[in-house]
């Protein structure tokens, strides 16, 4: 179960911050330092800018669109940082962590221009999508018919009505995981545990029907 | 929710690892994991559930990626 792992890592000690990142600390904290606020807000702005450039070329989106939700994402970014200023522990630069919520912010809201973006309702579950969702030929989905149909069976029969409907968006219909968490009003961790319990019962069901062997990669 | 090709990669998709360590914890410590990344470290090692998570999260992933970017060299 994911998260849930025996392994799962400890979490790194509290450190003392280096210097500069306590220089970020000290000029945050009331009374804030308009120079060190405004600093960050530029540091923030450019990472968001970049993170939004570097996903633009799977999103429908032009130059302003673009330029707006990295202002957004900033902004959001600066506030929740400013909220959980407490909250850093020192064990990575003070940069690294303030990056990690505007990357946040830009997944989000990215996430969201899906649906605005979403003009006409998404098809009804086509099956024969599943096929190209993994890169398969032509040749190579008449090879898998077999599997491909002990999967959809597997999808049909083994998982609970919220499985089904989570495994048909992301993987037939191709709804980004974040975009479809802002559907169903939960959170990404939700939904990756319900995929998760989704692929183990499908695999469970493709080794006991003998198209993959137990304990295989395969 | 991860890249795809082949009737391979579908197996491999349906694989599970309990290591896994989830988005949350994963999205938690991810700027820890990034700066031991850009120091050269093996963050597999020290991070073993959160390496298993990345592989098959494309969403995680994704904020990695944007992650090291921000936080590596310019």
């Given at each position: 179960m994911p998260g849930l792992s025996s392994t799962r890592e400890l979490a790194p000690a509290t450190v003392t911050p280096d210097a500069s990142s306590t220089r970020w600390i000290d000029g945050l904290r009331?009374?804030?330092s308009p120079q060190v606020e405004t600093r960050l807000y530029e540091l923030l702005l450019r990472a968001a800018r970049s993170e939004v450039g570097r996903r633009a070329g799977r999103l429908r989106l032009a130059g302003p669109e673009l330029d707006d939700i990295a202002h957004q994402a900033a902004h959001d970014a600066m506030l929740a940082i400013l909220r959980k200023l407490?909250?850093?522990?020192?064990?990575?630069r003070f940069t690294t962590w303030a990056y990690k919520f505007v990357i946040f912010e830009v997944s989000g809201k990215v996430a969201r221009h899906f649906w605005f973006r979403a003009d006409e309702p998404l098809e009804a579950e086509h099956w024969g999508r599943l096929a190209d969702r993994f890169g398969l030929s032509p040749e190579e989905a008449a090879e898998s018919a077999d599997l491909l149909a002990a999967v959809r069976r597997a999808v049909e029969e083994e998982l609970t009505e919220r499985q089904r409907e989570v495994f048909v968006a992301l993987v037939i219909d191709g709804v980004p995981a974040d975009a479809l968490a802002q559907r169903l009003d939960t959170n990404r961790n939700a939904l990756y545990k319900t995929m998760f319990d989704a692929r183990r019962k499908i695999r469970r069901f493709l080794v006991a029907h003998g198209h993959v062997s137990q304990g295989t990669g395969g | 929710m991860t890249g795809r090709h082949g009737p391979d990669d579908l197996l491999r998709f349906l694989q599970t690892d309990d290591r896994d360590a989830g988005c949350e914890r994963t999205m938690e410590l991810l700027h820890v994991y990034v700066e031991s990344v850009l120091a050269g470290e093996d963050p597999e090692s020290r991070f073993p559930g959160i390496t298993v998570h990345l592989r098959n999260c494309g969403p995680c992933e994704e904020d990695f990626q944007g992650l090291l970017t921000a936080a590596g060299p310019r």
């Open positions: 009331p009374p804030r407490d909250t850093f522990r020192g064990e990575s | -």
